[in-house]
C-alpha cells in the first residue's frame, strides 16, 4: 500500500490478543503506525507493541474500557496528539459468558448489559469518537468485527449472539450516516482456534473443533490470522464496500453442520 508523505493511523480495540494482535500487526506490516487499545490484557498489549515498534512503526498502548465513552474519546484524543491522525478503526474488543442455551435462567440482566455495552454501545462509542479526527483527515475505514452467531443464533451464549446481530445493524447504520468520507464494513468470524474459545468451552473445546474440522466445507477452523487477513481486505481493497459485512469462517455459514455448545 503506498502510503505516501503522511503515515496513517490505525486503532484497533481488543488490539493484543487474538484477531487484535494479528490485525495489528498486519496493518503495521503495511505501514500503519497502532493504537493498541487494551482493558485488562496489558502484558499482551505491550508485547503487541514492542513487536510493531520492531517492524519500524509507531505504537502505543492505552487502556480503556469501550463500554466507557469518556474512555475511548480520550483514547481517540492520545492518538491524535501522540500520533497526529486516525485513518482507521477496527472495533475488535469484545466480551461473552458461555452460557448453555437451555438455561434460560442462568442468564442474568448483568450479562444482557455487560454483552451489549461492550459488543454494541462500545463500538459505537469508539466511532464515534473517531468520526471527526476522520474527517480531519480526509476520510477514513470502520471495521467491526462480529461473528456467524448474529446469523446462526449459535455460540457462548444466546445473549452475545444478539448483540452481534446488533453490531451487524450498526455497521449499516453507520455506513449510511458517515458516508461519504468514512466507510463503515464488519467481519463475521467463524469458529477460531485460540485462548478466548479453549477457556470458555473448557474440557468440550478439542470436540467441538474436531466436529467443525470434519464437517467445514474447508476442512479447518479459523486461525487469528485469517480474520485479520479479512479485515486487511475490507481496508486496503475497493473503496465502494460499505455497509456490508464479510464472512469469514471456512464455509460454516453453507455447511447446514451446527454443533452445539451447551
Keep these: 500500500m503506498a502510503m505516501g508523505s503522511v503515515n496513517k493511523v490505525v486503532i484497533v480495540t481488543g488490539g493484543g490478543t487474538g484477531v487484535g494482535r494479528e490485525t495489528s500487526l498486519a496493518l503495521a506490516r503495511l505501514g500503519y503506525d497502532v493504537i493498541v487499545n487494551y482493558s485488562r490484557s496489558a502484558g499482551e498489549a505491550e508485547a503487541t507493541v514492542n513487536d510493531i515498534i520492531a517492524l519500524g512503526r509507531r505504537a502505543y498502548s492505552v487502556q480503556a474500557d469501550v ?7 480520550a483514547m481517540v484524543g492520545f492518538a491524535v496528539k501522540e500520533l497526529g491522525r486516525v485513518d482507521v478503526l477496527v472495533n475488535c474488543a469484545g466480551t461473552t459468558e458461555f452460557i448453555p442455551f437451555h438455561d434460560l435462567d442462568a442468564v442474568s440482566d448483568e450479562a444482557w448489559e455487560r454483552m451489549y455495552k461492550v459488543n454494541v454501545v462500545g463500538a459505537f462509542h469508539c466511532a464515534r469518537a473517531v468520526r471527526e479526527p476522520m474527517l480531519v483527515a480526509g476520510g477514513g475505514m470502520i471495521v467491526n468485527v462480529s461473528s456467524v452467531a448474529a446469523q446462526l443464533g449459535q455460540g457462548s451464549s444466546i445473549p452475545y449472539c444478539c448483540t452481534k446481530a446488533a453490531l451487524d445493524n450498526l455497521t449499516v447504520s453507520l455506513a449510511r450516516t458517515l458516508a461519504p468520507q ?4 464488519g467481519v463475521a468470524p467463524g ?3 485460540g485462548r478466548w474459545t479453549q477457556g470458555g468451552l473448557g474440557p468440550k473445546y478439542d470436540g467441538i473443533k474436531a466436529a467443525y474440522e470434519k464437517t467445514l466445507p474447508l476442512g479447518c477452523v479459523c486461525q487469528p490470522e485469517d ?3 479479512g479485515i486487511v481486505s475490507l481496508i486496503t481493497g475497493s473503496k ?3 455497509g456490508q459485512t464479510l464472512t469469514v469462517d471456512a464455509g460454516m455459514m453453507i455447511s447446514g453442520f451446527q454443533v452445539k455448545f451447551d
Design 67 to 73: 463500554a466507557d465513552d469518556a474512555a475511548c474519546r
Design 182 to 185: 468514512i466507510r463503515v464494513n
Design 191 to 193: 469458529f477460531i482456534e
Design 227 to 229: 480474520i485479520a487477513d
Design 240 to 242: 465502494l464496500v460499505t
